[in-house]
């Protein structure tokens, strides 16, 4: 009895040594970009190589003192969980007529609500720049939730419907039978059901719009509307050449909070990734 617990223990420390060096291994790029935004400009451009690097905030002052980075964070997390919110008022219900009802022409358009997502952004960005302009939308996060939401709502809806496929509809049934409405039976069960697929879909929309720079930095103008993306671009060029420990800095802080809604839902998005994958 005691050997076999013995035997058990090791592995476990053998599993948990294995865990470890994976995730230390998946996290070193992101601890190597912290190293370099904790250390002076002078260390950085210096052509010796410095073996023990001396932390310093230099950049951390830079970017928070000489450079409105609180502005471009709020505008960032407004214009993204807005976009987001944005795309699953739309993408539940067209999700659940595409996999519900049945009328001529679905597939076709579920094809094509998802090809949309296939086409090159700089086609429409000049027709985009001037509707907005005209709609007196430039500058503004609401022309940026905008934005971020129709490029990714066909991949919202997308994805919602195949979670939808996955539930009996049996269950529908039952509650027709007993006098419910398409909408009651949309909001108390479909949607409890498919909630790791929508947190799944969110999660996903949010990655994309967080990497969206061509529409970003063509609807906003000015620092008032700038997020975190085109805030990297501003240390990439002027007089004071590149400053890098300025954009690693800037690119951790655009990590962390993606990371941290990724650990704090991993049970829900891990188990929205495995289902309705089969569903077409």
């Known amino acids: 009895m005691g050997a076999r617990r013995g035997a058990r223990g090791e592995s476990r420390l053998i599993r948990y040594l294995i865990l470890g060096s994976w995730a230390l291994f998946c996290l070193a790029p992101v601890l ?33 003192e000489d450079w409105p980075m609180a502005r471009y964070l709020r505008n960032s997390v407004l214009a993204i969980f807005g976009s987001v919110l944005i795309d699953l008022v739309l993408a539940i219900p067209a999700a659940y007529s595409l996999s519900r009802y049945r ?21 429409v960005a000049v027709p985009i720049f001037f509707l907005f302009r005209s709609a ?30 996955d539930i009996p509809k049996e269950l529908e049934d039952a509650a027709r039978t007993d006098g419910a409405s398409d909408m009651r039976i949309l909001v108390e069960i479909i949607i409890p ?12 929309a949010m990655i994309f719009a967080i990497n969206e720079f061509l529409f970003t ?18 240390f990439t060029g002027g007089s004071d050449g590149l400053i890098y420990n300025a954009i690693a ?9 993606v990371f941290l809604v990724v650990v704090a839902i991993q049970r829900h998005l891990s188990r929205g990734l495995t289902m309705g994958a089969v569903k077409g």
């Open 136 to 165: 007196g939308l430039l500058d503004t996060i609401w022309a940026l939730m905008i934005v971020y939401a129709a490029i990714n709502l066909s991949l919202v809806t997308w994805i919602i419907r195949s979670y939808m496929l």
């Open 103 to 123: 009328y001529r022409g679905r597939d076709d358009i579920g094809f094509y609500i998802l090809s949309t997502r296939m086409m090159a952004p700089a086609i």
């Open 32 to 64: 190597w970009f912290l190293s370099i935004g904790l250390r002076p400009r002078v260390e950085i451009i210096s052509p010796q190589p410095i073996y023990v690097p001396h932390l310093s905030l230099e950049a951390w002052h830079m970017i928070w």
């Open 193 to 204: 059901a498919i909630i790791p697929g929508i947190i799944t879909a969110s999660v996903i």
């Open 249 to 257: 800095l800037v690119a951790f802080l655009a990590f962390v909070p």
């Open 217 to 234: 930095l063509l609807i906003a103008s000015t620092p008032n509307a700038y997020t975190l993306s085109v805030a990297l671009a501003n």
